[in-house]
């Protein structure tokens, strides 16, 4: 077993970076942005780490720079925020239609306006369609272990898809939380050198990023839509060969005190620790009550889902950003998920917790009350903004 | 050799729609989405050879009658058409293109 140091979460994002053994990281160093690539540009410069840090002038550039360094065949990674993200947006359906394994980290934060600076998930719900892997992480050794994760899943000739590690800012970026540190052995077994299977270089030239006429732009996107969702099985054998190596085994659809629950709550990132807090109480005040988390937001696990949903009564899936005019995000793509059953369960609604407002266990037996009263009274498909002052 | 863009399966892709064979980009026909096509008014041609100078895709041919034909599915010709070229005005108009 590795040694546990406390440490800042990213910090640790960094450590994991080195001892994955990136070549490039480009990134916008000032804000929206966190310690990682603070931290990486010491290790870079302290020579611990044998890459190429690139200090650019914005995340549009950023991203450009990984995609420059990827395509050469070089294993790249970058990290941003909210507007930051923002900014890049453009470039990540880049990444992926290039199907270049650039990993990168998201410290989950707001979308101005008006202008915030806290945590939500509005920047990662903004790129949600990008066709990147998209992981959704609870804890400090979750963001650490994805690194590597990441890496090997995303650098499979079966999969080739870039990955995004979401981790809710500050609530996990900022906070000292202990790690449990991999020997570098080990992640050098779990991670070979990246071998491209097309790159640039003088010797074999291609044209990456070519243009596609209206007679063929269908079937380029046919094949990445085909290729993200044909990626499960890997994302899965890395996650099983993690757990092999570590002892932490990781799913698509994570559950706690769900198997017999009338009523599952529902929630994504860092929720879902202070949730199953919330969900011990209401249990040992006998409420029949679970939880279910979601780790893969893209590709969406719609069969793990449906497994769990639908042995329960309701669901009171709690978003943490807001697609306005609609209802939330994760309740949308929960919704469709349980459309085709027919005895599906009850989906209450609430968005909670956006920029950074503190969502304590007390909260989340509110929402389960409030939902389990709406649901009786024959409202079954709310959705409320939670805590809002009227 | 490749084929038509029309003609390729989704199956048949490469991973991120590499293009492995370099210059293959002279085998397509890209420019075909022209509303207006560019004409070349013999009588006003002085053989300067300017459009095939300033053409960045070099897409003339040299005719026998010593004219600079253009070809359309690549030369975008805009920089000639309706402006004086030495030593006098255009040879190129524009004609709406209806059918080819």
Redesign the interface.
Known sequence: MGKRVGMEVSIAAAEAVKQGNVDVVSAYPITPQTHIVEHLSEIVANGELDAEFFCVESEHSALSVCVGAAATGARTFTCTSSQGLALMSEITYIVS????PIVMIVANRTLSAPLSIWNDHSDAMMIRDCGWIQYFVENGQEVYDHVFISYRTAENREV?FPAIINMDGFTLSHVIEPIEMIEQEKIDQFLPVYQP??RLHPDH????G????P??FA??K??QE??LRSSMPKILEVWKAFGDMTGRYYRPIETYQAEDADTLLVTMGSFGETASVAVDQMRAAGRSVGLMKIRLWRPFPFDDLKKVALRAKQLVVIDRAMSVGACGPVASEVKAALYGSDQRPSVYNFVAGISGRDVAPPDFIKMVDKAEIEIGEGNKEGYELYGVRE | MTKP??E????E????????E?GNASQYR?GDWKTLKPVLNKELCVHCGLCYIYCPDMAYNLSEENYFIADLSIARVVAFVQRNVPPGPSPWYWRRRNNG
């Open positions: 239609g290039l199907r270049l080739l299977l097309h030239p291609v044209t990456m070519a243009f596609a006429l007679s063929i079937e380029t046919k094949a085909v290729a | 863009e029309s390729w399966t989704w199956k892709l490469t991973v991120g729609n590499v293009v492995l370099p890209t």
